[in-house]
């Protein structure tokens, strides 16, 4: 069934021409075989074990037979040019491409020993399971409070008011929130500045303790300093829980990640220790893109 | 360098005539504000100039002698008594004695004078007051119309007076010892229509209005949000789906006279339903105010931002959980704003209503939604259309009042939004 699909899809592909147009004006530094992946992109202590992902919008496929291991308790960053499919991939992680009519995901993508794309799995599961973080920072324009206490909430995960408080000031510790607003949690978040936005989000994801945190460009809206705070909130996530990190900044991709996945036109080229990819690339584009020459 | 210079000439001549055409089209902007305010500045000049008068009566203040004799009563609290009584009389003597000059002759002409329900309230004032037989009160009645367009409009040449040239002096007599007056038109406010322009009021019209509104919010509101709702958020995409909201854009075009004949056709005709009942007029008004509802309520769903959603799905909320936690409460002021605004269309709709027979002449104040009524337009429009001129100011009368009522709903729907819109 997989398969089958595969082989349709990649006919398609092979004549889906603004593709190749693109790829055609770009001047050659490597070529990239599909589903070859360079590097280590398997793990012994998976968390995530995705194989032969393919995703289509339509009838344009902007992931192309990707194999990946996400292991446990660790950072992973998505790097690539803009359009290479990484807000995609991410998104498969929790299924939040549902919502797109359009969107088709095939392969096998397994969080443990679940079927993430299990046609009778309820993505409530999941999402309790794997949390993200958005891009822009987006809480509701609610209280402070009630934007933490929303998905513990929604689980039931407190059933008493003292419970609830209790997750929901030690999820603004964690995030590093907690003593800038401890005062002022009936105050709406909107109120707040866009860093402060973006760690209450992440207040937000981790109070339902997720195994998994997706973060899709969780700093391109926040200042330098910011931005630290967040990096350092990464670090410090990252002892319990796996997270995934969509970045433009490959100096943060550098200073957060253990192991980062370089994308190229919905192709995953090369998967390595971050110090590795940084200093000694193994395949020429993720060469090319981390020394500057396209991105 | 002088390349520069020359750039910078030529910048500066564009920019001049950049701004030219920036205030051209600034003055284009006052001038058309300049005559939508002009027209609606005429439009209620003409329609308060006409109708302040319907806000006055005229009245007589007469010291009336309650004689048994006169009156054929000797026992007030008797309501057999009562009812043969002459209540005329004692009016009609107390009047005369205020007019010195007035001989046993001049006693039609006196008794025109005075309203022809004066009597009905002096036999209710006795009712409510049987101690009051055999002594002299002092009591105020309504002039008959004639005499209050005369007092009203002397002079006016868009009224014709009907009293005579004698009556007119006595009454200019009267006026200028203030015994007869004019005052705050209280009949107006309290009473339903009737035949005499001075008993006729808008308060069963008032009431109907409100009744018949009440059904329609009541349908409209929450029929019309749950449409959009599902329209917006669960339906799948697809012909059928396109089919619907194409019609729904339809039936928001559609003439309201012909949801009119749908409500006769449906409702009283098929469903066995009464005329003119309240009931049956919010229905009808139901039928035309939902794509209104559902149109705005859509706009106001589209309007919340994706992101909220995709963060509360990224949260593990259920489709409904989206729709019911974050959506609803980010869409309502939009929705609210929608929904006045149809009932406030609803509010002013004639044609419909009268397909239903709700613009029969209806004297009591409507007690329920199953009792006939009229609505305020179709109030207006029977005495805008009646041969009476005395009814013309309280045509105008009652578009003030419903002038007032549609005013005050879109300054509620101004007020909602500012003040429960949120930005995110
Ligand atoms: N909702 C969608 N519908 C159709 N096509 C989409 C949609 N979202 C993304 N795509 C297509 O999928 C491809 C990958 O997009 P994606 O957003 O994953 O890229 P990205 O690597 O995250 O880019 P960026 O760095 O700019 O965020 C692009 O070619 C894009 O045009
Ligand atoms: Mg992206």
């Known amino acids: 069934m997989t398969n089958m699909n595969q082989t349709v899809a990649r006919e398609t592909a092979d004549q889906d021409t603004p593709v190749v147009a693109v790829e055609a004006s770009k001047p050659a530094h490597g070529s990239v075989e599909e589903g070859k992946t360079v590097g280590k992109p398997f793990s012994d202590k998976a968390k995530f074990k995705l194989r032969d992902v393919e995703v289509f919008y339509g009838e344009n496929r902007a992931i192309k037979n990707i194999s990946l291991d996400i292991a446990r308790n660790e950072v992973i960053a998505f790097i690539g040019p803009s359009g290479c499919g990484k807000s995609t991939f991410l998104r498969c992680l929790n299924r939040m491409n549902d919502s797109i009519d359009s969107c088709r995901v095939t392969g096998s993508l397994m969080l443990d020993d679940i079927d993430i794309y299990d046609p009778k799995r309820d993505v409530v599961e999941l999402r309790a399971r794997v949390g993200m973080v958005f891009q822009k920072p987006n809480p509701f324009p609610k209280s402070i409070y009630e934007n933490v206490a929303y998905g513990p909430r929604i689980h039931g995960l407190a059933n008493r008011k003292a419970d609830l408080d209790e997750i929901v000031e030690n999820s603004l510790r964690k995030a590093g929130l907690w003593d800038e607003v401890k005062d002022r949690l009936d105050a709406t978040a909107t109120g707040m500045s866009g860093g402060q936005q973006q760690r209450l989000c992440i207040a937000r994801a981790i109070a339902v303790s997720p195994e998994v945190v997706l973060m899709d460009e969780p700093c391109s809206a926040l200042d330098p300093i910011a931005t630290a705070k967040v990096e350092e909130l990464i670090a410090e996530l990252s002892e319990s829980y796996t997270i995934v990190i969509v970045t433009h900044s490959m100096q943060q991709a550098a200073r957060v990640s253990h192991r980062t996945a370089y994308f190229h036109l919905g192709n995953l080229v090369e998967v390595n220790e971050t110090s590795k990819v940084f200093t000694s690339p193994e395949h020429e584009l993720t060469e090319s893109y981390i020394t500057g020459r396209f991105g | ?424």
């Open chain 2, 1 to 424: 360098m002088t390349d520069q210079h020359s750039q910078a000439e030529l910048v500066r001549q564009s920019l001049k005539a950049r701004y030219r055409k920036e205030r051209r089209f600034r003055a284009y902007g006052i001038i058309a504000i300049a005559i939508a305010l002009a027209a609606l500045v005429t439009l209620f000049a003409d329609i308060i100039g006409k109708g302040y008068t319907g806000f006055q009566k005229t009245t007589v203040t007469l010291n009336v002698d309650l004689d048994g004799e006169i009156m054929y009563l000797d026992d007030a609290t008797d309501k057999r008594q009562l009812k043969m009584a002459d209540f005329v009389e004692p009016l009609v003597l107390a009047l005369m004695k205020e007019i010195p000059d007035a001989t046993e002759a001049d006693r039609d002409a006196i008794k025109d004078l005075i309203n022809p329900y004066a009597s009905v309230t002096l036999r209710e004032a006795l009712e409510a007051n049987p101690g009051w037989l055999g002594t002299t009160r002092t009591m105020t009645f309504l002039t008959h119309t004639d005499v209050d367009v005369y007092v009203k409009h002397a002079g006016d040449e868009g009224y014709s007076i009907k009293l005579n040239d004698q009556q007119k002096a006595w009454v200019d007599e009267l006026e200028s010892r203030g015994i007869v007056d004019t005052s705050f038109n209280d009949v107006f406010f309290s009473g339903g229509d009737s035949r005499d322009p001075s008993k006729a009021g808008i308060l069963g019209a008032v009431v109907g209005s409100l009744l018949t509104m009440f059904v329609t919010l009541a349908l409209s509101f929450p029929i019309g949000v749950a449409a959009a709702i599902y329209l917006e958020e669960f339906a799948p995409q697809n012909k059928f789906t396109d089919f619907i909201e194409v019609n729904i854009n339809n039936l928001a075009a559609v003439p309201s006279i012909i949801f009119g004949l749908l409500g006769l056709a449906v409702f009283i005709n098929l469903f066995g339903m009464p005329r003119s009942v309240p009931v049956v007029g919010g229905l009808v008004l139901t039928l035309m105010t939902l794509p209104t509802i559902i149109i705005s309520s859509r706009a106001a769903i589209k309007s919340v931002p994706p992101s909220i959603r995709e963060a509360a799905e990224g949260m593990g909320a259920s489709k409904m959980q989206v729709v019911l936690h974050h959506v609803l409460p980010l869409a309502m002021p939009g929705m609210l704003t929608g929904s006045i605004i149809g009932m406030a269309q609803a509010l002013g709709e004639t044609a419909p209503l009268l397909l239903i027979g709700m613009v029969a002449f209806i004297v009591d104040v409507p007690n329920g939604f199953f009792d006939s009524a009229t609505v305020l337009p179709v109030q207006v429009f029977l005495w805008a259309g009646s041969p009476e001129l005395a009814f013309i100011e309280r045509a105008s009368a009652a578009i003030m009042v419903l002038l007032a009522f549609l005013i005050s709903m879109n300054a509620l729907a101004i007020w909602l939004r500012k003040r429960l819109e949120r930005r995110w």
